[in-house]
């Protein structure tokens, strides 16, 4: 079993930034693909950014490229999204996902593990 709590989400006015973390327990956490994915309100969860298990290789849906990076720390377990530039649109639920592969996906149900996920809120 996997364990995921992600952290670091609030309230900041467009153009601020953010940086949301997840942690990781349970497993050995080099083994997972994970991915941030968000849900808006009233809005289907979406694929925000994923990474292979080396930080080699990562994956963005084209609304945050050039302002959010994903990256990892497998000696610490962790899991960042650095978000920058932020616009009232990047409101919603941020989700950390880990998936035990070694391709990024970015369906929801290829992912097996979730967080409870944190609030980021982006005023105009």
């Known amino acids: 079993q996997v364990q995921l709590v992600e952290s670091g989400g609030g309230l900041v006015q467009a153009g601020e930034s953010l940086r949301l973390s997840c942690a990781v327990s349970g497993r050995t956490f080099s083994n997972y693909v994970m991915g941030w994915f968000r849900q808006a309100p009233g809005k289907e969860r979406e694929f925000v950014a994923g990474?292979?298990?080396?930080?080699?290789?990562?994956q963005y849906t084209d609304s945050v490229k050039g302002r959010f990076t994903i990256s990892r720390d497998n000696a610490k377990n962790t899991l960042y999204l650095q978000m920058n530039s932020l616009k009232p649109e990047d409101t919603a639920v941020y989700y950390c996902?880990?998936?035990?592969?070694?391709?990024?996906?970015?369906?929801?149900?290829?992912?097996?593990?979730w967080g409870q996920g944190t609030q980021v809120t982006v005023s105009s």
């Open positions: 990474i292979n298990w080396s930080g080699s290789r990562t």
């Open positions: 996902a880990a998936r035990p592969s070694v391709m990024i996906q970015t369906r929801i149900s290829e992912y097996d593990y």
